[in-house]
């Protein structure tokens, strides 16, 4: 199994992180439905997923861009790794501290994708 690490190289984590996608997409071994159908077991759970919470992303990422004049909304594509983590950080403390006016765990949710992005100096192309 790959392993993700953290390194110097933006290229290199992308292709770590493009391994570990591409081993758990690949196909394990086909299920038997009830239904007689037969499919390939993911490996991963997308359905695990809040939609709740990735609609209020969606909706963070959608203010973002229009506060930014940022209409194909890759701004944040161009923002190192570290400044993704300062920005999640602040909204967990503001979160912490009762401060109203924005979705701080959807910001929090949101700069954590970011910087999961953007690891390792990675400008990547999507």
């Known amino acids: 199994m790959a392993k993700l690490t953290r390194t110097k190289s933006g290229q290199e984590t992308k292709m770590i ?4 996608v591409e081993e758990f997409t690949r196909a394990r071994h086909s299920m038997d439905e009830t239904n007689g159908g037969r499919h390939s077991k993911l490996g991963m759970n997308f359905m695990a997923i809040g939609p709740e919470a990735l609609a209020r992303m969606a909706l963070v990422l959608d203010q973002g861009a229009r506060a930014h004049n940022d209409p194909d ?3 944040w594509r161009r ?8 920005h999640l950080l602040y909204h967990v403390n503001a979160w912490q501290r009762g401060v109203v006016g924005e979705d701080h765990l959807a910001h929090v949710l949101c700069r954590a994708m970011m910087a999961c992005e953007t ?3 990675g400008q990547w192309k999507s």
């Open 17 to 20: 992180a493009k391994g570990l």
């Open 73 to 75: 909304g890759t701004n």
């Open 79 to 86: 923002i190192p790794c570290d400044v993704h983590l300062n």
């Open 119 to 121: 690891e390792g100096g």
